[in-house]
């Protein structure tokens, strides 16, 4: 079945950097678009990154652009997001997600499967 | 920038009655709105794509309606595991970010 296992988070200090990493498993990795989706402490959804499914069209939320980076491995389907200059603000729950449909087919605005997601809590 | 207003932010209810969610957006989105199941300690789970497709695994007594600015999430016999958190989730083609909804609590008495 189609699966998304997050893996990278931890605690670190402001000011420093993680790299968060997503396997994928159960469908074709290089045909989907992949996102990835925050959750702080007793808060809702925030969309943090996008990177489509050749790896070439990147874009990010106001909130990490310059800090952050985006990027996908389609030889060992797997998704990245290198974190740089982190703050407290950044901790949270991290999702990394797929695009309801693939490439080349109609539109999808959804998001389905959803991984289990990693913390990240930034504290000195 | 797309902003979506969800209301009210905490509905409580008594198994069976009828729970009515609403999603507003700041401008005209289409149907590209979706909704999202969320319970304490879980993963979100789609529920409706498109604004009115039932996702596979959601009960029929879940639906969605609604294009445009205003869109409706109904809930129409509450159970008790419907109590969650609901989202409203807004994508379009370019540019490809994504917007969320600030959340609906469905506490069921």
């Known amino acids: 079945q189609v699966q998304l296992e997050e893996s990278g988070g931890g605690v670190v200090q402001p000011g420093r950097s993680l790299t968060l990493s997503c396997a994928a498993s159960g469908f074709t990795f290089s045909n989907f678009g992949m996102h990835w989706v925050r959750q702080a402490p007793g808060k809702g959804l925030e969309w943090v990154a996008v990177v489509s499914n050749d790896g070439n069209t990147k874009y990010y939320a106001d909130s990490v652009k310059g800090r952050f980076t985006i990027s996908r491995d389609n030889s060992w389907n797997t998704l990245h997001l290198q974190m740089n200059g982190l703050r407290a603000a950044d901790t949270a729950v991290y999702y990394c997600t797929r695009e309801g449909r693939a490439f080349g087919e109609l539109f999808s605005a959804w998001f389905d499967p959803w991984g289990q997601g990693t913390r990240v809590t930034v504290s000195s | ?109």
Not at chain 2, 1 to 29: D, F, H, K, Y
Not at chain 2, 74 to 93: F, G, N, P
Request: with cysteine.
């Open chain 2, 1 to 109: 920038e797309i902003v979506l207003t969800q209301s009210p932010a905490t509905l409580s209810l008594s198994p069976g009655e009828r729970a009515t969610l609403s999603c507003r957006a700041s401008q005209s989105v289409s149907s590209y709105l979706a909704w999202y199941q969320q319970k304490p300690g879980q993963v979100p789970r789609l529920l409706i794509y498109d604004a009115s497709n039932r996702a596979t695994g959601t009960p029929a007594r879940f639906s969605g309606s609604g294009s445009g600015t205003d869109f409706t999430l109904t809930i129409s016999s509450l159970e008790s595991e419907d109590s969650a958190v609901y989202y409203c989730q807004h994508r379009d083609k370019w540019p490809p970010g994504a917007t969320f909804g600030g959340g609906t609590k469905v506490e069921i008495k």
